[in-house]
């Protein structure tokens, strides 16, 4: 019998079978369903038309809803999509529903929570979803957003779905899922304090295209991938859907069981890893002591480059931010960077979850608990300059015009978010360069893409931020 790779087991588990395939059709069985306030409205209109004006999800501990991406706007139509949530969640008793409470019905701008420990509001769902518990290794989560294949950091399958099929779950708590074959992706060495996932995914990206992983599962391995951080895996995964990809997925350490002991939501998980025979339809490999820090020029993730030849790109604003780029580890890379520097250009910084908000007041630059006399996260950058918003996806898929950091005319940015389509992050005259948080500071400082060697040089400790 062939072997499997960790995402064909899982599936093969789900679908209640020994073995399957790649290109192979089955039904599998749902551990979390997760939607939002852009996709969920939607989502639960289609539920309600085709199992009717009554009916009830098919369980509904497993069903996450999180109001992330239109939080901080007066646009009335977002705040209409919060409520059509709230009254969902009310009418079927879901248990999981992170309500931005301070939104209302009205024409005026939210005010935000004042301490981001004391709002039942929680920001981003691909940050929250682990944060609070809701994902394991060897299960299966499927969402309503494209991103949700970050949680295959922590060793499950996770992939964004449609409405309409996440309507379907929602009845049936099943789908009908065609199994991808499986990309191999080795980084060999230890993590430069230079580099962080964010330059990995690009590269990766970079040699195979936007399109080349169309429907495959990308898997990071190698003791390039054990050395990075949970959070930092996260990036990688985050960002398989720019190349086409189905899912990412890492392999399960004491890294990642640490962190979901600590967290989970359930007391119990399978941990499942690839056969020493799983077959792979291609494979590729790098060296962590050869990459440098890169950056995806406008306007695609796949149009590579390394910061150094990029370095005369004159640059108009800076963002530090979203899923991909707004963890705490995220923060701590920018911080340490802009320590008793200032910013020459506009720079928003927008926390990916309000846990990750708390954690910037709380610790220092080393990622432990500041004392007195110390500086928070927030406070270092708040010092350069930069603009410090409240936790939400903000300018990462642009919004309505009163959104926090979103690029309103021709503007150059750069940013570590996942996206550089034109106008992704605002207006289609904009042009948007993606990088890892250190290159995105390091150009804060000086005005134009800079490489982050030019101001680190030893690895930026992070401590226990981000560990459990």
């Not at 499986?182 to 230890?190: L, S």
């Not at 979203?322 to 890379?333: A, L, P, R, V, Y």
């Not at 708390?358 to 110390?374: F, I, P, Q, S, Y």
Request: hydrophobic letters at 35%; charged letters at 20%; proline letters at 5%.
């Amino acid at each position: 019998m062939a072997g499997m790779t960790m995402t064909e087991k899982i599936l093969a588990r789900h679908a209640g079978k020994s073995q399957v395939q790649p290109g192979e059709n089955v039904w599998v069985d749902v551990d979390i369903l997760m939607t939002h306030d852009v996709c969920g409205p939607a989502t639960i209109s289609i539920f309600h038309q085709e199992f009717g004006a009554k009916a009830k999800v098919w369980d509904g501990d497993k069903v996450v809803v999180i109001p992330d991406h239109y939080i901080f706007t007066a646009d009335q139509r977002c705040h209409r999509n919060v409520q059509v949530l709230r009254d969902f969640v009310k009418e079927q008793g879901l248990r999981y529903f992170y309500d931005a409470e301070f939104v209302k019905s009205e024409p005026t701008m939210p005010n935000p929570y004042r301490d981001p420990t004391k709002t039942s509001y929680r920001g981003v769902c691909h940050k929250v979803l682990p944060e609070e518990g809701h994902v394991r290794p060897g299960e299966l989560l499927l969402g309503t957003d494209s991103h949700t294949c970050t949680a295959g950091a922590l060793g499950q399958f996770a992939t964004g779905i449609g409405n309409t099929d996440a309507a379907f779950v929602l009845g049936t708590g099943k789908l009908w899922l065609k199994v991808p074959p499986t990309m191999k992706f080795t980084f060999h060495g230890t993590i430069p304090a230079y580099l962080t996932a964010k330059d990995l995914i690009l590269a990766v990206i970079g040699q195979i295209g936007v399109g080349g992983a169309t429907y495959r599962s990308m898997y990071f391995a190698g003791d390039g991938i054990a050395s990075l951080s949970l959070e930092d895996r996260m990036t990688l995964t985050n960002m398989t859907i720019e190349a086409g990809g189905k899912n990412g997925v890492c392999d399960v350490d004491e890294k990642t069981l640490a962190y979901v002991r600590h967290r989970s939501k359930r007391p119990t998980w399978d941990v499942v890893r690839d056969d020493p025979s799983a077959g792979y339809c291609y494979e590729a490999q790098w060296d962590l002591g050869t990459l440098q820090p890169l950056v995806a020029k406008p306007h695609s993730p796949d149009n590579r480059d390394t910061a150094y030849n990029c370095r005369d790109v004159k640059l108009d604003q800076a963002y530090i931010g979203s899923c991909t780029g707004g963890k705490i580890t995220d923060m701590i890379f920018a911080a340490n960077i802009l320590k008793g520097r200032r910013v020459k250009i506009p720079t928003y910084v927008v926390p990916g979850s309000t846990e990750v908000h708390a954690d910037m007041k709380r610790l220092n630059l080393r990622g432990v608990a500041k004392k007195a006399d110390e500086k928070s996260v927030e406070d270092v950058l708040q010092e350069a300059g930069c603009q410090v918003g409240a936790s939400g996806c903000a300018a990462c898929l642009g919004g309505p015009g009163d959104t926090f950091g979103r690029l309103q005319h021709s503007e150059v940015c750069i940013s570590t978010t996942n996206r550089n389509f034109p106008g992704r992050m605002g207006s289609t005259k904009s042009a948007v360069y993606l990088a890892s948080p250190l290159t995105v500071a390091a150009s804060a400082l000086t005005g134009h893409v800079t490489d982050p060697r030019d101001y680190v040089s030893e690895p930026i400790e992070t401590g226990t931020a981000g560990v459990v």
